[in-house]
DNA sequence: CTCTTATAGTTAACTAGTTAATTATTTTTC
DNA sequence: GAAAAATAATTAACTAGTTAACTATAAGAG
């Protein structure tokens, strides 16, 4: 990610609220969960990020009209200058990499770390004592 | 890591004060620059890693005899002793994971990892202007 | 030998990951 | 419909990653 973070630096977001900028960008406006889900963060670190990002007033927020626990959030129009304004250097720089590693490779090693994540939460189970499945 | 994790802070360590524990277990007094490339760290992280572990009393440090800017660090009685306890759990829990997901597997992933992060580097200069190579 | 440059390590400031606790609201259950 | 359980989001506390600035010591150049 080093490139790219170079590069977000200059625009002054880290690669997290890029990655959620992104996400507001493409889904419209959206509650937290799902941000957390489509950005790969915990809420706890969603919070501070929507808050850096509120701060520099590249999205703003509503409470979900039926469900008053939820957020909406919404990318500002700042917030999608950002995005326009970065998005062409973002997507060479990746097609840079894809090009100099290989795309296949690159599609091996997204799979098998999907794969690990997956594995990783079964071997997680303590053995023998399987008491509530089986 | 998470299993990993969830035994490590049952003995009070984190995964990356563990993995310094081990580098000083295998390669005995050692300063803090060969710690931080063995354990893939940087510099400010171990330094407040190693102050960490000496408070918890896993380790100690003393001058570099012929380089006084170096450290030498030492893993103590009850830093090995972590280690002995808590290694075969650890080794337990990584040969499922191998099992699980298959050696053959995982040893390509880290193939894979270890070209990405060369790609990357490569990948980061600027194009068009090799004034000083070529 | 002194001035410059390089190296080892620390500190500072900010951001994010992680777990646990907490608040507010909604849904379920009796 | 009220009590209990579940869900959305926040806060707190701690640890680590990252960049830049800084200190102390060592090595090299004149």
């Known amino acids: 990610?080093?490139?790219?973070?170079?590069?977000?630096?200059?625009a002054g977001v880290t690669?997290?609220?890029?990655?959620?900028?992104?996400?507001?960008?493409?889904?419209?406006?959206?509650?937290?969960?799902?941000?957390a889900g489509e950005?790969?963060?915990?809420m706890p670190?969603?919070?501070?990020?929507?808050?850096?990002?509120?701060?520099?007033?590249?999205c703003s927020r509503r409470r979900h009209p039926t469900d008053r626990r939820r957020a909406l959030v919404e990318i500002?129009?700042?917030?999608?200058?950002?995005i326009e304004a970065n998005a062409p250097e973002s997507n060479r720089i990746f097609a840079e990499i894809e090009a100099a590693f290989g795309k296949e490779r690159l599609e091996t090693l997204l799979d098998l770390l999907n794969?690990?994540?997956?594995?990783?939460?079964?071997?997680?189970r303590e053995p023998g004592q399987g008491t509530t499945e089986d």
């Open 1 to 10: 990610m080093g490139p790219i973070r170079g590069m977000l630096a200059n």
């Open 15 to 35: 690669e997290q609220q890029w990655r959620v900028l992104r996400v507001l960008a493409e889904r419209g406006p959206v509650d937290a969960t799902q941000i």
């Open 39 to 42: 950005a790969c963060l915990l």
């Open 45 to 58: 670190s969603l919070t501070r990020i929507l808050q850096i990002l509120e701060k520099k007033r590249f």
């Open 76 to 82: 500002t129009a700042a917030g999608r200058a950002l």
């Open 115 to 124: 794969d690990l994540t997956e594995t990783e939460v079964v071997a997680a």
